[in-house]
Nanobody, 126 residues
Framework: QVQLVESGGGLVQAGDSLRLSCAAS????????MGWFRQAPGKEREFVAG????????YYADSVKGRFTISRDNAKNTIYLQMNSLKPEDTAVYYC???????????????????WGQGTQVTVSS
């Protein structure tokens, strides 16, 4: 079992930066691929970024490519999402998630992920 706790969300202006963190419990954290999803009001949950167990493979949604960076520190059982040049359309609840069935492959489908955090709100004003 893995428990995930996100932090770092908040209210910022367009063009600002935020860094989200996700602290994981459980000794098997380092063997899981991890991801970030987000859900805006009235919209479906969407993939944002994913990272393999070692951090060597990363994958981003087109909407955030070049602005967001996902990383992980397995020694700290933590993954991060550095978000730069934020836009109002980035406003959403951001969720951290773990995929226990994949180590190297990063999947974009939410049903492939097994563990989810409670989410952290990111609001970007124009």
């Amino acid at each position: 079992q893995v428990q995930l706790v996100e932090s770092g969300g908040g209210l910022v202006q367009a063009g600002d930066s935020l860094r989200l963190s996700c602290a994981a419990s459980g000794r098997t954290f380092s063997s899981y691929a991890m991801g970030w999803f987000r859900q805006a009001p009235g919209k479906e949950r969407e993939f944002v970024a994913g990272i393999s167990w070692s951090g060597s493979n990363t994958y981003y949604a087109d909407s955030v490519k070049g602005r967001f960076t996902i990383s992980r520190d397995n020694a700290k059982n933590t993954i991060y999402l550095q978000m730069n040049s934020l836009k109002p359309e980035d406003t959403a609840v951001y969720y951290c998630t773990a995929d226990r069935n994949h180590m190297v492959i990063v999947t974009t489908a939410s049903h492939e992920y097994d563990y989810w955090g409670q989410g952290t709100q990111v609001t970007v004003s124009s």
